[in-house]
């Protein structure tokens, strides 16, 4: 089976990159060989729409997956409507997240989050809850599109949340983060450790 993974070089040891529209690339991996190719992220640069227009090329690619750090209501919307899954909350190397994907190990998004966050509820198969980490356009700052872009079809507003609803995705929300941040204090501390050696 074959899946995109967002990333900052065009390689399977390139690092995930966080931001699923305005990653440098796709890194396309057939998780039963491990052979890749990548695709440059034509949209990047884009003023608006930037999650659309990545969703639309990964899905030309016949992917059943997309693996990365979070991913906004619209692209989102795009890919399910692909019938192609989506895994948020991915760290490490592009090899490293198929490789946890297969040991089901990544949180699958269940439902889009606000533009830039990635709010996916996911079932890591026995390991918890889980939640995408919020790394949209406001972190990384906008960038000039070199050419203006073609209007995009906007697809409709996700249906408003109830109150309960609402405090019940925080919730879920602020524990998967939780979650991530053990990760992140666990994998500093590996890396330390194997530093001074």
Request: with cysteine; net charge positive.
């Amino acid at each position: 089976m074959k899946v995109a993974v967002s990333a900052t070089d065009p390689d399977i040891n390139a690092q995930v990159d966080p931001r699923f529209g305005r990653c440098r690339c796709f890194v396309i991996v057939d998780t039963e060989t491990m052979d890749f190719e990548s695709i440059p992220n034509s949209s990047a640069g884009a003023m608006s729409g930037a999650g659309i227009q990545a969703a639309q090329d990964v899905a030309e690619k016949g992917v059943v997956a997309v693996i990365t750090g979070s991913v906004g209501p619209n692209a989102y919307q795009v890919l399910s409507s692909a019938g192609i899954r989506v895994y948020v909350g991915a760290l490490g190397t592009v090899k490293e997240a198929v490789e946890r994907f297969k040991n089901g190990q990544l949180n699958e998004a269940t439902a889009p989050g606000p533009a830039g966050m990635g709010m996916g509820r996911g079932m890591g198969r026995g390991r918890g809850m889980g939640m995408g980490m919020g790394m949209g356009r406001g972190m990384w700052g906008r960038q000039a599109a070199p050419f203006p872009q073609a209007p995009v079809a906007m697809p409709s507003a996700p249906v408003p949340m109830s109150r309960e609803q609402e405090i019940a995705l925080l919730e879920e929300q602020m524990k998967g983060l939780q979650q991530q941040l053990e990760q992140i204090k666990r994998r500093l501390g590996e890396l330390k450790g194997s530093s001074s050696h």
